[in-house]
């Protein structure tokens, strides 16, 4: 007959229980950081949608003060004389300046940068408006380097815009931050952009 140590078995039973305790403990570590992981991850996406929403409607409405102001001083502008936008509800004007690109017998292009920080100074809205007033007996103006003038302007051949004899010409480019103006750069700062032409 086989006899069993009573003793000896409760002892291989104790450090049994000990090695599934471990693999158990282990296994809901694992599955609690997976979770916490991509927990982190879903409060991230987020806040970037939530920064990619503020700068594109920054840059959207930016580009409804631009339109608004090219409107309304559209003689200005189209002498080159200087304006002075405003734009938002408690917003502040940043920078505002007018800089003479060409200006020939055959007409003038003018560019003008302002930029605006607004909803309790959590937003930045930066503006480019070109001017390009070519006379009517004129052969037109052609601009050369817009990728250079026009912030966001889509580069490639050939990177001219023609305003014809007799045109007003205008391009509008805006870009909206999710931070205000001054501080534009460094982590966490998200731009989007408008570009308009007529």
Known sequence: ??????????????????????????????IGLTVLDLSTKQVRLAA????SEIAFHAANAGMECARYWRNQSSVLMESGAAISPTCFTGGSLFSNNKTTI????????YKYDYSFTWAGGNR????????????????????SNMNT????????????????AGERCTVLSVRGYNKPCGSTTGYGTVQREVLLQF
Do not use: W
């Open 149 to 164: 003038l026009i912030p966001g302007y889509p580069g490639g051949i050939p990177d001219t815009k023609t305003c014809n």
């Open 48 to 51: 970037n949608a939530r920064d």
């Open 124 to 143: 930045c809205s930066e503006i480019t408006t070109l001017v390009a007033s070519a006379v009517a007996l004129g052969s037109g103006i052609t601009i």
């Open 102 to 109: 060409s200006s020939d017998s055959n007409g003038a292009v």
């Open 1 to 30: 007959m086989v006899q069993i140590n009573h003793k000896q078995l409760r002892r291989e039973e104790r450090g049994f229980a000990l090695l599934m305790t471990l693999i158990v403990v282990t296994i809901v570590i694992a």
